[in-house]
């Protein structure tokens, strides 16, 4: 598992994670995601962050081998924190972040595109929230940021994913585009930002976050409380085991009508 970050002319930092084989993270990942998207956006020299992921899907979420094989709740929390630093490194990076997504973005792979100032998408992405399936809540809060309310209850109740067109008919993907051009589309539009006057993209920065209508950061706690939840009556390490063992044993915990193989690996 590898997260990186590459500095580019122009001002444009990358952000890059590499956990095959689906981009789903252990505790560390996150916390390591959270410090690299924090220090590209400590840079003076940063104008714009490109946020992307090798391999077959943007991110699968949270590594549930990691937490079904550890006694006690320590990775339960310890991956609740990491996503939530994670996430609000995203948003409060001083500088806008692109997220280039490509294939599956499920559960914090949601929560960190949710966060992202812009979404650019390949035309294989999807979009969801295995949670309910996983025994957990959370990043609906995100979700909502990129699909309408009441198409945001359907995909949690019924953990149905959304392609990427879908969200750009939204607004919340900006383009779409083959995978062969993702990362060009997205550092198009880092160079876009990365052109304009930084101290004024800092201050816009600054005065979107000021006016949004909700705090993500508190939202997201609320939800997460409910894991807790979840996990002390034993519905959550439940449903957890159920998937882990799926996981394992083949194609059974597969999500998405056919669209399950980095649900099978990790996503929450």
């Known amino acids: 598992m590898r997260v990186s970050t590459t500095k580019h002319s122009g001002g444009i930092a990358e952000v890059t994670v590499d956990a095959p084989p689906v981009n789903a993270l252990p505790v560390r990942g996150w916390h390591d995601l959270a410090q690299a998207v924090t220090g590209a956006g400590a840079d003076p020299e940063t104008r714009a962050v490109v946020l992307r992921a090798e391999g077959r899907g943007f991110n699968a979420g949270v590594d549930i081998k ?3 094989r550890t006694a006690g709740f320590d990775a339960l929390i310890g991956a609740n924190r990491g996503c939530r630093a994670a996430f609000a490194a995203v948003r409060d990076c001083p500088v806008p972040v692109i997220a280039a997504v490509q294939g599956h973005c ?16 390949a035309d294989d992405a999807y979009f969801g929230l295995p949670e309910v399936d996983r025994g957990a809540l959370g990043a609906a809060t995100h979700l909502a940021r990129l699909v309408p309310r009441h198409l945001m209850r359907a995909m949690v109740y019924t953990c149905r994913t959304v392609p990427a067109a879908r969200l750009a008919e939204f607004g919340s993907v900006l383009a779409v585009v083959d995978p062969a051009d993702l990362r060009r589309e997205a550092f198009d539009v880092a160079r876009a930002i990365a052109a304009k006057d930084p101290r004024v993209i800092r201050c816009a920065k600054q005065a979107l976050n000021g006016i949004d209508p909700t705090d993500p950061d508190r939202d997201y706690r609320f939800e997460q409380g409910f894991t807790y939840e979840l996990s002390l009556i034993g519905a959550g390490d439940a449903l957890r085991d159920r998937f882990a063992g799926a996981a394992t044993g083949g194609r059974a915990g597969a999500e998405g009508g056919g669209r399950g193989e980095a649900a099978e690996e990790g996503a929450r």
């Open 106 to 121: 499920l559960g914090g792979g949601v929560g960190l595109a949710g966060s992202a100032d812009l979404v650019v998408a």
């Open 66 to 68: 990691e937490m079904q």
